[in-house]
C-alpha cells in the first residue's frame, strides 16, 4: 500500500508540473512571433502601405487588453515598434489617472499591407482603440465582449448606446488617453497625425475637460468624412501616428 501511495503521489506531482509547463494558446502564439529582433521599418502610407519586422502588442497588459482572439491569431495586431512602445507606455501612465480598463482594437498585419475591410491600417502606424463606456456613470464594460462585432454597435450623436441610453461613451477617458499617447509620443519623435471619430461626437469630446486640453493642444481631429467612414466610427476611434 505504501508503494502504490508513494507512485500515485509521483503521477499526481507530474500532472501537475505538465499543467503549469503548458501555456496558454495567447501566450504562446505572443512567444512564437516575439523574436524578431530587427528594426521595424514603414513604407509609404496608412492606405497604401507596408511594413518590415513588424512588432507583436501584448494580448494583456494591467489596465487594457486586445478586443478578440480571432483578430489576435490571424495577425492582425502588430505594430511598427516605435508605436508599439510609446503604445504601451500611455497605458502605464494611464494607470496613474484613471483606475479604469481599456481595450485596444485593430492594429496592422505583421508585414502590413490590406487589412480588410479598413481602408488603411498598412503600415503599422494605425490602430483603433475601443471606447471606453459608462453606465449611470460608472464604468461598463460588458459591450467589450462581444468581439469583432463590437464594429458594428450603434452610438447616436449624444454618444448613448442605440440599445440602452443609459449606457454612454466616456468621453474624459477618450481625451484622457489621446493627451497621452501624444506626449508618450513625442518622446520616440512621432506624433499623432490624426484622430478619426464620429463629427457629431467631438462636441462632447472637447466640452470634457480633458478635451478642452486636447482642442488647445492643436492635435488633429478629423473635421470631415464621408457618410459610410462617419457612421463607422462612433464605437471607436482611429489614430494615425506619423514622425516629426
Given amino acids: 500500500m505504501k508503494i502504490l501511495g508513494f507512485f500515485l503521489v509521483i503521477f499526481c506531482l507530474s500532472c501537475c508540473s505538465n499543467g503549469q509547463d503548458r501555456l496558454d494558446p495567447i501566450d504562446e502564439y ?3 512571433h516575439v523574436g524578431d529582433t530587427l528594426a521595424s521599418i514603414c513604407h509609404e502610407s496608412v492606405s497604401n502601405g507596408s511594413l518590415e519586422h513588424g512588432k507583436l502588442l501584448p494580448y494583456h497588459g494591467n489596465n487594457y487588453s486586445y478586443f478578440d482572439t480571432t483578430s489576435y491569431f490571424s495577425g492582425r495586431a502588430f505594430l511598427h515598434e516605435d508605436v508599439l512602445a510609446f503604445t504601451l507606455k500611455a497605458y502605464k501612465e494611464l494607470q496613474s489617472v484613471s483606475d479604469r480598463f481599456y481595450r485596444i482594437m ?3 498585419n505583421k508585414k502590413g ?3 480588410l475591410p479598413h ?3 498598412q503600415n503599422g502606424t494605425s490602430i483603433d482603440f475601443m471606447m471606453p463606456l459608462t453606465k449611470d456613470h460608472k464604468p461598463y464594460y460588458k459591450l467589450d465582449k462581444t468581439g469583432v462585432s463590437h464594429y458594428w454597435l450603434t452610438f447616436d450623436d449624444a454618444g448613448k448606446y442605440s440599445e440602452d441610453k443609459s449606457v ?3 468621453f474624459e477617458a477618450i481625451a484622457q488617453h489621446i493627451l497621452l499617447l ?4 513625442k518622446e520616440k519623435g512621432w506624433k499623432i497625425k490624426k484622430v478619426i471619430i464620429k463629427i457629431e461626437l467631438k462636441d ?3 466640452a470634457t475637460p480633458s478635451g478642452k486640453k486636447l482642442k488647445a493642444n492643436g492635435i488633429y481631429v478629423v473635421q470631415g468624412l464621408s457618410k459610410l467612414v462617419n457612421t463607422l466610427h462612433d464605437e471607436h476611434y482611429h489614430i494615425d501616428f506619423a514622425k516629426f
Fill in 182 to 185: 501624444n506626449e508618450a509620443a
Fill in 106 to 108: 485593430e492594429c496592422s
Fill in 204 to 206: 462632447e469630446l472637447y
Fill in 119 to 121: 481602408q488603411t491600417h
Fill in 113 to 115: 499591407g490590406k487589412l
Fill in 30 to 32: 505572443y512567444n512564437k
Fill in 168 to 170: 454612454e461613451i466616456d
